[in-house]
Structures are given as C-alpha cells and as structure tokens.
C-alpha cells in the first residue's frame, strides 16, 4: 500500500447479451474475472498505453511492456478468508478462457508449493519494514520486475457479497472492478488508471472496446465450444 498508486475512476454500463447468452449454454462456464482478464488482454494488444507503467527512478519516465500481466484477486483460507491475494494469471490472451479458469482455480486450491508467485510475495511480505519497504520501492520502479509481481492490470469484484469498490489503489496501473449481470443483460463495469499515464479519452475508448471484444471474440469462442448442456438433455 505504501507504494501504490491513486487512480481515477470512470464506470461503463456494458451490454453483454450476446455473451451472457452464450456463457449460459456452457457447463462448466467460465468465471467473469477470467472472461474479463482475456478480453481486456486481448484489447491492450492494440492500446499499448494500457500496459505501460509510470516509473519515477532513475528518472520520471514511461516504460512499455510487450505483453499485458493479468493479476486476479483471490481469496484462499490457509491466508485469511477475509483478506484477497493477488494471483498472477499471465498474458491471458494467449490462452483458452478454460485454461485462464484453470488457472485461477489452480490459484486457489493449490498447495502453496505449486505457487511461486504466491510464496515470493509472501516471502517480501514478512520482512521487516526496513527491507520490505525499500525492496517493494525496487522493484515498483524496475519494469520488468514490477509487471512480474503486481502485472499491468488486475481484476477484483465484490459484486457477490451486493457491493462494488469505487475507490481503491493498486500496485498496478489500472484495475477493474465489476458489478452482477442484471436481467437485462448489462453490467456495470468500473475502470481504476493511473492518470500520469494516460487520459480518460483513451479509457472510453478502450471500454467500447472491450465490449465489443466480449460480444463477439469471447462470445464466439463460448459458442465454439458447442453446447454441452443441450448435449447431455
């Protein structure tokens, strides 16, 4: 927390029929943060300022990434169970939504020994403060380092406990946070940036965007899949 961010917050109201109805046929579905992490990996690759970072050592200055990190916050009870963790979910878009499910799934019910990324975060969250401080101050300010800790974006929702986060910081530059579907189909879909880096025009942008992305990449890779539950009537 010491080393995050303030971000600004726009909110979209996303029309996702074609999706909802296509993840209605599927069993298992795929979770939202795995649809969302795809698709939204899958937009940065034509929005490079979406996976950039602002870096303040040795100098003020912006550092590109090739590829955007997907990071979801998770909730596991050997830590606490009222306390998320962030897990490293990787370059989404280069995987099937049920590899990017079982992927966070993996996350969290794995032993702690098949998790890496889980352990080295700990490992950093139980130095002292002397070290921790400086050490999480490093590696926010080494691109490379920072994108393979805290990613690019991450995904959290507390839409199933009825709530949803309007203010938060992130060790990211961006995070998105997301509502229930309601009936109508639609959901709310809130974008936290780090406005250093870029401006809410691009935002809006890259939120139609991501609509359209859900609606018809993500859509039709569901539908690809073919309709496990009329195949089982």
Same mark, same amino acid.
């Given at each position: 927390m010491h080393a995050s961010v303030p971000l600004v917050v726009v909110k979209r109201t996303m029309n996702i029929d074609r999706l909802v109805k296509a993840r209605a046929l599927q069993n298992p579905r795929p979770g939202w943060i795995s649809i969302l992490a795809k698709?939204?990996? @899958?937009?940065? %690759? #034509?929005?490079? &300022?979406?996976?950039? =970072?602002?870096? !303040?050592?040795?100098?003020?200055?912006f550092y590109e990434l090739p590829k955007t990190i997907a990071m979801a916050a998770i909730v596991r009870d050997d830590f606490d169970s009222d306390a998320p963790v962030l897990l490293k979910v990787g370059a989404a878009d280069e995987y099937s939504l049920m590899d990017v499910e079982a992927i966070i799934q993996h996350g969290k019910n794995a032993p702690l020994d098949e998790l890496p990324h889980l352990k080295r975060i700990l490992r950093l969250a139980? @130095?002292?403060?002397?070290? %921790?401080?400086?050490?999480? +101050?490093? $590696?926010? *300010?080494?691109? !490379?380092? !920072? /994108? *393979?800790? =805290? $990613?690019? =974006?991450?995904?959290? /929702?507390?839409? /199933?406990?009825?709530?949803? +986060?309007?203010?938060? %910081? /992130?060790?990211?530059?961006?995070?998105?946070?997301?509502?229930?579907?309601?009936? *109508?189909?639609?959901?709310?879909?809130? =974008?936290? &940036? #780090?406005?250093?880096?870029? #401006?809410?025009? @691009?935002?809006? %942008?890259?939120?139609?965007?991501?609509? #359209?992305?859900?609606?018809?990449?993500i859509a039709d890779e569901l539908l690809s899949r073919g309709s496990p539950k009329s195949l089982s009537a």
């Open positions: 698709a939204f990996c @899958l937009v940065a %690759r #034509d929005e490079p &300022w979406l996976r950039t =970072f602002y870096l !303040r050592w040795p100098w003020p200055h139980r @130095l002292p403060l002397p070290l %921790r401080r400086p050490l999480a +101050t490093l $590696g926010f *300010n080494i691109g !490379r380092q !920072r /994108s *393979n800790y =805290f $990613g690019t =974006f991450a995904i959290t /929702s507390l839409a /199933s406990l009825g709530v949803e +986060t309007v203010v938060l %910081r /992130s060790p990211g530059p961006a995070c998105m946070t997301y509502g229930l579907v309601r009936p *109508n189909h639609t959901m709310e879909l809130l =974008f936290h &940036w #780090d406005h250093r880096i870029y #401006d809410g025009i @691009l935002v809006a %942008r890259a939120l139609r965007h991501l609509e #359209d992305v859900l609606n018809t990449i």
